[in-house]
């Protein structure tokens, strides 16, 4: 790159490259995704219910036609669609104590929708209802899922506060029989895991998180008791305590503005700064109601998928942070701007992409007074290797006087003591430390899951997956596990509005079921050649090396193995020629009729 082509530009494509690489190499821990603390054992008390009360009752055994493990929004739809597809004992097994999935547990203080409500949620032309903001916060959502599950008669049944032990197909009875830790026993015909990408918390694996003599919490478990308040801030316990905060993901960037009102300080722990755009929340527009026609809702989630999948449309319906980032990738691409016609496309792409940082942290100097705050909170590497943020007061919260942002210089904390928390050598003394640091992604299915999930001859799918990799048809069906679906991202299309795939995927599954149903049918399994067919299309399809959506040149993280290489060929990354086409193929699959690599058996 020449000095006249980086003026060109307002920035040097080199000498980002540069940061780039150095603050990644930063963060590399030679342990990956084995740096965290497993929340169990002397850590299970991270993981309990604050929010409801789970009082004692008697086992259940019972026949059910179907039992869907998770009352999140994959669970719900998976509950709605099989009661559609005519199956009458449909019974939800929740681990929260009410319906809601991550909206039951997130219920930290600002949390937002961050993908626009009017396609984040499902159903809603199917209930009649519209969002009242843009960006819905967690309580009107939450109260979405429970009118899902009323609607579909899901609620009655829906067996909460029990967390599914065991999986186990028997062939004798030609059904699963499914234990909890309450010890219940369903035999279920049919059995869907919707037990959620993101919902095992997990700790920073630094020493002396119990030693600490204060009151600590992860975010996926808000402690309102202790804290005052609720999900929409005004957390008046607060006034003398000194809070610490361990994480910066889009998480923390929701809790801060709350907790930088609320703490006496707010110590903010930083080991890699978000990318924090513009989020622009308004109301809902009565006049824009009324103006929508049937359909609208399908059409509205479609479009931003496109755009987000990089197939051109007429008109970008969100017109958000996310279209809109993709929409001036592709337009400094178009409009051949830094030399764009004459640079291959993948180079180009980069350089948009640096322009788009390049403006993510010109906010930041725009929106933070102290200009060393300034830089620590300027994020160095690609969009799109860590999820994205919008928060519109975030970055403002570090100009108060009782905020401290502690930067680690991509280290992280040293450890905890009695009195706080270590970083950089230094103590930070506090009276809470409130763990912001996510959520368990690219451990064992069943490690995550919950659950142990045994079938035919008693193989589990984790002894199954050991041996040769992830296999199985659509990320759904796989060989052995007869009449058990799984909802996930992994060999599925990846969408950064999840519940569309949930949407799509729960779709699938019915017509599957419908089908076993019209046809007198009772069970369906994927054949072990279709799922080596699957399994090899997804490895020879692969965005990248690590399964994840990030590059191995990003920064390290969940979304790319945090930066090490898989053990095997990515065979959980998600369908590598897109979500557009991955819904395409799979509804064009389920529409021809001929069932192509599944066996059905009858009874
Ligand atoms: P993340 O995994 O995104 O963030 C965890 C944070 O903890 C990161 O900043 C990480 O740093 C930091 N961390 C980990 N270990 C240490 C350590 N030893 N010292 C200091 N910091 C550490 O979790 P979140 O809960 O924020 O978000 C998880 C996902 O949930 C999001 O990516 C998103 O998909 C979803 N979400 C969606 C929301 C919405 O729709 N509104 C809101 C919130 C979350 P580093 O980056 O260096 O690893």
């Not at 009242?132 to 009655?156: C, G, N, S, V």
Request: glycine share 12%; aromatic share 10%; charged share 25%.
């Amino acid at each position: 790159m020449t000095d006249t082509a980086a003026a060109d530009l307002g920035f040097d494509p080199d000498a980002l490259r540069r940061r780039y690489a150095v603050e990644r190499a930063k963060r590399l821990r030679p342990e990956g995704k084995d740096q965290y603390l497993e929340v169990s054992g002397a850590y299970a008390s991270f993981a309990e219910d604050r929010y409801a009360e789970l009082p004692e009752r008697e086992p259940i055994a019972q026949d059910v036609d179907a039992l869907v493990i998770g009352g999140g929004f994959g669970g719900l739809l998976a509950g709605a669609r099989l009661r559609q597809a005519g199956l009458a004992n449909v019974r939800l097994v929740e681990k929260g104590g009410r319906i809601g999935g991550t909206w039951y547990w997130n219920q930290y203080p600002g949390a937002q929708c961050d993908i626009e409500s009017y396609i984040y949620l499902p159903l809603l032309e199917e209930l009649g209802v519209i969002p009242t903001e843009r960006y819905a916060r967690a309580p009107e959502i939450l109260a979405h899922a429970q009118r899902i599950a009323d609607h579909y008669d899901l609620t009655e049944g829906a067996v909460l506060g029990t967390e599914v032990t065991q999986a186990r197909w028997a062939d004798s009875e030609g059904r699963w029989i499914v234990t909890t830790n309450r010890g219940d026993r369903f035999a279920a015909r049919f059995v869907v895991s919707a037990t959620g990408p993101l919902h095992r918390p997990k700790l920073p694996g630094v020493g002396g998180i119990g030693e600490f003599g204060g009151h600590a919490f992860h975010t996926s478990r808000w402690d309102y008791a202790y804290t005052g308040g609720g999900p929409d801030g005004d957390l008046d316990k607060l006034d003398d305590v000194r809070v610490a905060v361990i994480g910066t993901g889009a998480t923390a960037v929701q809790i801060v503005p709350h907790l930088g009102r609320a703490a006496a300080h707010l110590f903010v722990f930083q080991r890699t700064p978000s990318s924090v755009d513009v989020r622009g929340n308004r109301p809902t527009d009565p006049a824009w109601v009324a103006g929508l026609r049937p359909g609208w809702h399908r059409e509205r989630v479609r479009n931003f998928n496109a755009i987000l999948s990089g197939v051109p449309q007429e008109v970008d319906l969100v017109a958000d942070g996310w279209t809109t980032l993709v929409d001036k990738l592709m337009e400094i691409y178009r409009n051949g701007r830094a030399g764009a016609l004459d640079r291959p496309f993948e180079e180009v792409l980069e350089l948009a992409n640096f322009e788009k940082m390049e403006e993510i942290r010109a906010r930041v100097d725009a929106e933070v007074e102290d200009p060393s705050v300034a830089e620590a909170l300027k994020p160095y590497y690609k969009m799109f290797c860590k999820r994205p943020c919008f928060h519109d007061e975030y970055l403002a919260t570090f100009n108060r006087s009782n905020v401290t942002l502690v930067d680690t210089g991509g280290r992280g904390v040293d450890r905890i003591t009695r009195d706080g928390v270590v970083a950089g050598g230094t103590l930070h003394e506090v009276d809470c430390i409130i763990y912001a640091t996510g959520f368990e992604v690219g451990t064992g299915y069943e490690r995550r899951a919950g659950f142990q999930i045994c079938g035919r001859n008693g193989r589990t799918l984790t002894e199954k997956w050991n041996d040769r990799g992830m296999r199985t048809l659509h990320g759904m069906l796989s060989a052995g596990y007869p009449n058990f679906f799984i909802l996930g991202q992994s060999q599925a299309g990846w969408t950064a509005n999840y519940t569309q795939l949930l949407d799509e995927a729960t779709l699938h599954m019915a017509a599957i079921v419908g089908h076993l149903e019209a046809e007198r049918l009772w069970t369906v399994e994927a054949t072990p050649e279709a799922e080596d067919a699957w399994a090899d299309e997804i490895v020879a399809h692969a965005v990248n090396g690590t399964g994840g959506i990030g590059g191995t040149d990003c920064t390290p993280g969940y979304y790319n193995n945090e930066g090490q290489p898989l053990d095997g060929p990515p065979w959980i990354a998600s369908y590598g020629k897109g979500s557009v086409e991955y819904f395409r193929r799979t509804k064009a699959w389920r529409e021809s009729g001929d069932w192509q690599g599944v066996t059905f058996t009858t009874r």
